[in-house]
């Protein structure tokens, strides 16, 4: 068990080489056959040059701890083969954002997102 900011890692798993040719990567909570939570990377983002990370728990699931473990478990999987990790959430999500802070994660940036429509 391995601790990263004021969070303990409780999510378990076996250490694997990522492959080269692999973006996308999962942690999961899996609670009675159901994934109650899930952690993901798509890809690594130039910008901050860094693996982009987010989370996403099951509302009836939510303050119990598995969305914290899974941060930290995935953030600790891409540390350890030297990739620099960025916690990714909407600006407005209280809840993301105080669990990017007890996982380690210190605010860098806010992202505007905008649209452009073609007109028929």
């Keep these: 068990i391995k601790s990263i900011g004021n969070y303990v890692n409780l999510t378990e798993y076996e250490l694997e080489p990522i492959p080269e040719e692999s973006e996308e990567c999962y942690f ?10 899930v952690c993901e990377t798509n890809a ?3 910008f901050v040059g860094a693996k982009e ?12 701890g598995y969305g ?14 030297g990739y620099n990790v960025a916690y990714t959430c909407q600006n407005d ?10 996982c380690g994660y210190k ?12 007109e028929d």
């Design 107 to 118: 605010k860098i940036a806010e992202t505007y997102y905008f649209i452009c429509y073609k």
């Design 93 to 102: 999500n209280k809840a993301s954002i105080a669990l990017a802070a007890r």
């Design 68 to 81: 914290a473990s899974n941060v930290t478990a995935m953030t600790e999987y891409y540390l350890l083969f």
């Design 53 to 64: 990370i987010n989370v996403y728990t099951a509302p009836e699931y939510r303050g119990m």
């Design 28 to 37: 999961v909570t899996v609670i009675d056959g159901k994934v109650v939570s």
């Design 44 to 46: 690594e983002d130039a």
